[in-house]
């Protein structure tokens, strides 16, 4: 399975990468566990989870199971940091 992980924003800026892909051979993983496999995009969303817009194949993971979203099949998961304006 392929995953692939698209940081915005600031968020790219501050990791210093805007993509990535992960080639999983398990049947399943949680978004969790994706994250957690890049130590730097863990130390920045973990953190403050809340803060950040996840999208899995364009649905926010808050309206599914949070971190514990199960992926299978080929996958995008996409990560927002927080924004301001007005």
Do not use: Q
Not at 12 to 32: C, H, M, N, T, Y
Not at 37 to 48: G, Q, Y
Not at 65 to 83: H, K, L, V
């Amino acid at each position: 399975m392929h995953i692939y992980i698209n940081l915005y924003m600031d968020l790219a800026r501050k990791l210093g990468w805007s993509r990535r892909e992960l080639v999983v051979d398990k049947e399943r993983v949680r978004v969790r566990d994706v994250i957690e496999f890049f130590e730097d995009l863990r130390n920045a969303v973990m953190n403050s989870p809340r803060s950040y817009m996840i999208l899995v194949n364009g649905i926010n993971i808050m309206l599914l199971n949070n971190f514990d979203t199960e992926i299978s099949g080929d996958t995008t998961i996409d990560i927002f940091p927080p924004a301001g304006g007005g």
